[in-house]
């Protein structure tokens, strides 16, 4: 399966899609002009992980700021993710955040109340 590398940008955050070691990987900022076009091709590489994907998962968002239509389409990437660990698969996410940035830390503990796959909280110093 193909993975997806995409470099950082000022607006968009590096992507790393690596359906063969099982690591996903969204770095940086994320405040596309238009989230969706931005988005939609990583939920349908999970789309097609979903049939073919490792046993375990493990997810790791470093995010320094998104905004709200980024939120969308990063909660509809965490719903397929569920999807895999409904199915018997290990997906683990590893949100990371920095030591006094508690709006990122709240974001991670929102997510981590609406999807139903373990979450890691780790803080990270400047």
């Known amino acids: 399966m193909e993975t997806i590398v995409r470099e950082g940008t000022p607006k968009t955050p590096y992507v790393r899609f690596d ?3 099982g690591i996903i990987e969204i770095k940086g900022r994320s405040i596309p002009e238009n989230s969706i076009e931005f988005y ?3 939920i349908d590489w999970l789309e097609e992980y ?7 998962t493990a997810v790791n968002v470093q995010l ?5 239509s980024s939120s969308k389409c990063i909660l509809d990437i965490f719903k397929k993710l569920e999807v895999l660990f409904k199915k018997g698969q290990k997906v683990e996410v590893n949100w990371y955040y920095e030591e006094d940035d508690e709006d990122m830390f709240e974001a991670g503990e929102d997510y981590q109340s609406i999807i139903n796959i373990p979450f890691k909280m780790i803080e990270m110093e400047e």
């Open 19 to 21: 359906g063969e070691k």
């Open 40 to 42: 939609k091709p990583l």
């Open 50 to 56: 979903g049939g073919i994907g490792k046993e375990e």
């Open 64 to 68: 320094e700021y998104f905004n709200a």
